[in-house]
């Protein structure tokens, strides 16, 4: 490829977002075939079919969350990934665990390895908040309180010994206004029958 051409698809390629999909590329007009030989070039990686990020992006541990968020838009970080990411548990999951309404398209995604939940439409939105996952890109997260409710609710599923732990740690560095907080989520999720004996248990 001539100078003149890798200049072009550098330039088209830094006036991308840090991590970018392939509809976002064709915007800037880079084909498939540039996107192609921008990656053997080492300009950019791959993090997931469809998702790239540029080489010159800063440095980030959570490009798999990132590949995750782009390849499905709609849903929010939860479970065992949001738990991590409010360092209320010291395990790193070992897939990307994301929520979509229930109803909606279930994204299939094999690699970073996701495991997707449905949750209720009425209380989707319910403690979303935004991470910032590289410098500059955010991605949408339940929040320490909807995590850990989360966590009670789905303990079975879990195990019961992280979910009480992620609570115990949650409750050990809040105040009264995050235990209000923390039950007030419960009393939304129909869960407050379980987490408030939890709680008064750990506060005992």
């Known amino acids: ?99 979509v309404p229930r109803g909606t398209r279930r994204p299939t995604i094999s690699y970073p390895q996701t495991v997707v939940a449905q949750y209720a439409p009425a209380t989707f939105a319910l403690g979303v908040e935004r991470f910032e996952a590289a410098p500059g890109e955010t991605i949408p997260v339940y929040d320490a309180a909807r995590s850990v409710v989360d966590a009670m609710r789905h303990r079975s599923r879990i195990g019961e010994t992280l979910a009480l732990s992620a609570l115990g740690r949650y409750l050990r560095r809040s105040g009264p206004g995050e235990i209000g907080e923390l039950q007030d989520v419960a009393r939304e999720l129909g869960a407050l029958s379980i987490v408030r004996p939890a709680v008064e248990a750990v506060l005992a």
């Open 1 to 99: 490829m001539s100078a003149a051409e890798n200049s072009r698809l550098e330039h088209r390629l830094a006036g991308l977002a840090p991590t970018f999909t392939t509809a976002q590329a064709r915007q800037a007009r880079l084909s498939p075939r540039d996107l192609a030989y921008l990656v053997a070039e080492g300009e950019m990686d791959e993090l997931s079919r469809g998702v790239y990020r540029r080489a010159d992006a800063p440095e980030t541990a959570h490009a798999d969350l990132l590949a995750v968020c782009a390849r499905a838009p709609g849903g929010v970080v939860c479970g065992e990934s949001a738990l991590a990411l409010h360092e209320l548990i010291d395990d790193i999951p070992a897939a990307v665990h994301i929520a």
